[in-house]
């Protein structure tokens, strides 16, 4: 089957780095996702790898290595406004989204 | 602005009393889905179609109809709700999968519960 594995919670301090891991099994690949949702909200797109390597957009940076089905998000200058779920998720040889069940991330002053 | 809305945002309705929610979005886009998400579970993919009159069962299609008669509207039909149908959903919309642009515009959601 498909899987999507990512931790369920975690606690980090204002100011500083969080990494978000995400490993998947799937059925080919077509790109992974990276999405924020605040409590109560619709999901917001982040960033978008298909290709081995790192992705940086500000405070934000994503990497993946599909050999390994692995990927990380990285939060750097953690603001209070970052608390919220970080969901990843990837894309068969389909072209179906497969999603995981989201990270809660809750940043502490 | 670019937007996709969805009405009712929130529901309360009774098993077997048939509801339908709509969802509409402004950008062209010819991708739309349907999710429910549960705690726990993540999203869900209901149904999605890829173009006017085509539609496909997604993971969890029991329960639910939707159509696409327009580009714009994908309406999404429970004809006989029953609690395990208490969720909130999201509808979204993309241009077509695969070409190189794939990020997912969500609607604001509706929460529905059924007693």
């Known amino acids: 089957g498909q899987n999507i594995d990512q931790p369920t919670e975690m606690t980090a301090t204002e100011g500083a780095i969080v990494q978000i891991n995400c490993t998947y099994q799937?059925?080919?690949?077509?790109?992974l996702f990276w999405y924020q949702q605040h409590a109560g909200e619709a999901p917001t797109f982040l960033s978008y790898n298909v290709l081995d390597g790192l992705e940086e957009k500000g405070r934000f940076s994503s990497f993946l290595s599909r050999s390994k089905g692995y990927s990380y998000l990285l939060l750097k200058e953690l603001q209070m406004k970052d608390s919220a779920s970080y969901l990843c998720?990837?894309?068969?040889?389909?072209?179906?989204?497969?999603w995981g069940a989201g990270t809660k991330l809750i940043i502490k002053p | 602005e670019a937007q996709v809305t969805q009405n009712p945002r929130y529901l309360i309705t009774v098993t077997g009393k048939k509801l339908t929610v709509t969802c509409s979005q402004n950008m062209n886009h010819e991708y739309m889905s349907w999710y429910r998400q549960d705690p726990g579970l993540g999203l869900r993919q209901i149904y999605y179609?890829?173009?006017?009159?085509?539609?496909d069962k997604g993971d969890v299609p029991e329960g639910y109809k939707v159509s696409r008669k327009e580009k714009r509207n994908f309406p999404l039909i429970l004809e006989s709700p029953s609690p395990n149908q208490t969720s909130l959903y999201f509808c979204?919309?993309?241009?077509?999968?695969?070409?190189?642009?794939?990020?997912?515009?969500f609607g604001p959601g509706t929460r529905l519960t059924v007693l």
């Open positions: 179609s890829m173009n006017v009159e085509v539609t």
């Open positions: 979204a919309s993309s241009l077509p999968p695969g070409q190189g642009s794939d990020t997912q515009y």
């Open positions: 998720a990837v894309m068969d040889s389909n072209y179906q989204l497969i």
């Open positions: 799937t059925s080919g690949f077509n790109g």
